[in-house]
């Protein structure tokens, strides 16, 4: 190729020569030029350049066919300068297009070179090749490969920005998606953080710390409700947990300043959820904080709190409601004369009973909430009743049968799914397998599942201890019995489930004996 000349051109201050050189980060120029003085001169104009506060690392190829090989491996270059004629006249050409078509790369801003602008005329090439800039190069000025390089570098910044900011919507979408199937809210925050630094590629550790201000005792608590990186933390109290001083001290600093503040090395955000709570975004930077958006983490941040917020109340709401539930179950059993155990084991017994039978994750929960209330019913029994020592007569067991209408119709007024199933648990449990129980001699299939359950599951506790109407039972007297009644008082399938892991559901027995 013929020399490569600069026009004379006046001198001028070297552009950004004041700023300081980024030594981790480039920006990456790739020279394809069968001419080794093209490479000296690009480098020499180049060299001291430094354009967003990163310096240039220029590589150079001395052929289409190289600049392909070096291409396909490496998809981190900003731009190119492409030579026209190399080993063809029109090589360079057929190279934008492998560029452009073949390796679908639409990001890398691309000027044409050409000392022989005949082969290329420059109306006909920017109209039929996708580039972003034509030059001849005696045409070419120092000033003018440095403007070029400017404005390539800036064109690709923005272009990577916009797609970033692509990709990460396309995340979000997903991660929103894969969110909401988190039904706990420690693993929600833990994973809406992760996304967060994703969205953002910042390389950090960080911490989310969610704060119940004040409690109805005036006492405030400090509650880790989701964390990632070295701060992981087993401990749900930020007090006791193994996170440093320095870190608890920033996060108590932006809970009574009650606002953000951030250094070259941290950020901590305060967001304020409801009238009694606030929480704090702790992320501490591992490499730069060059690229990290407060704003979007602001935005993310609020939305998220906001959503863990309102799983902490449903968190606690529904702990509420499991021990109420509890609570009434143990004070039905104490007034029939048990220890309050019974309920107890009578729901782990369930919730095991119903995972052996592989039945649903939300069914499990169900059955074990609304167990203890199976007998809710006895609550209108007179006490003489229960607990007299004798066979009940024809009345006193007539009136001792009513507790399963009893239990239904106080448990059927709720309109949600899992009162209901204990309206159905407490109303058939006494039903057998052959249609000889009570309330409505209802057989096999007929009887609610979680009766089924229940009946195996009520008469093998009750059995294995002492009423006052009666002595317990022996383990091996009790498995005879409940193999005798296979398919006549209980599902033989439940039974035969039973039995198999007998030792597992004595277990339960030995762990929660009576008082």
Known sequence: ???????????????????????????????????????QVTRLV??????????????????????????????????????????????????????????????????????????????????????????????FTAGKMTTTVYASIRAYRDIMTIQRSLDAFKKLITATHDLLKINQFKKFGSAALDHLLTLM???????????????????????????????????????????????????????????????????????????????VLYIEFEDDAEHFKAHLAELFATNVTLILDSLSKQHDLENTQKELLSIVGKAIDVRSNDSGIHVQRVA??????????????????????????????????????????????????KIMKTHTDIGFELLSKSKTSVPKLGARLAHSHHENWDGSGYPDGLSGEEIPLEARIMAVVDVFDALGSDRCYKNKWGNAEIKAYLIAQRGIKFEARIVDIFTDSYDEFLQIRVDHPDS
């Open 348 to 397: 782990l017994i369930c919730e095991l009973l119903a995972k052996k039978l592989g039945l649903s994750e939300a069914f499990i929960n169900a059955i074990r909430l609304t167990a203890p209330l199976y007998d809710i019913g006895k609550i209108v029994i007179p006490e003489d009743i229960l607990h007299k020592p004798e066979k009940l007569d024809d009345d006193e067991w």
């Open 1 to 39: 190729m013929s020399n490569f000349l600069f026009k004379e051109e006046s001198a001028e201050e070297p552009p950004n020569s004041n700023l300081s050189q980024s030594k981790a980060k480039f920006w990456r120029i790739l020279v394809i030029d069968d001419d080794e003085s093209v490479h």
């Open 46 to 139: 180049l060299s001291d350049a430094n354009i967003e506060n990163r310096a240039l690392d220029i590589v150079s190829a001395y052929s289409s066919k190289q600049a392909q090989e070096i291409l396909s491996k490496d998809d981190s270059f900003c731009m190119a300068f492409v030579d026209v004629v190399m080993e063809t006249d029109h090589a360079g050409l057929e190279l934008v297009e492998w560029i452009r078509n073949d390796l679908k790369n639409q990001a890398i801003r691309l000027v044409l070179r050409t000392g022989q602008a005949g082969t290329a005329p420059e109306a006909k090439v920017i109209k039929e090749f996708d580039i972003n800039d034509y030059k001849e190069k005696t045409d």
């Open 201 to 279: 590629e910042v390389d950090s550790s960080a911490l989310y710390i969610a704060r119940s201000q004040l409690e109805f005792d005036e006492t405030s608590t400090n509650l880790i409700i989701a964390c990632t990186g070295k701060y992981v933390s087993e401990s749900d109290s930020l007090e006791s947990s193994d996170i440093s001083a320095d870190v608890k001290a920033h996060i108590q600093q932006a809970f009574e300043n009650k606002e953000h503040f951030t250094t070259g090395e941290i950020f901590v955000g305060y967001y304020e959820t409801s009238g009694n709570s606030a929480s």
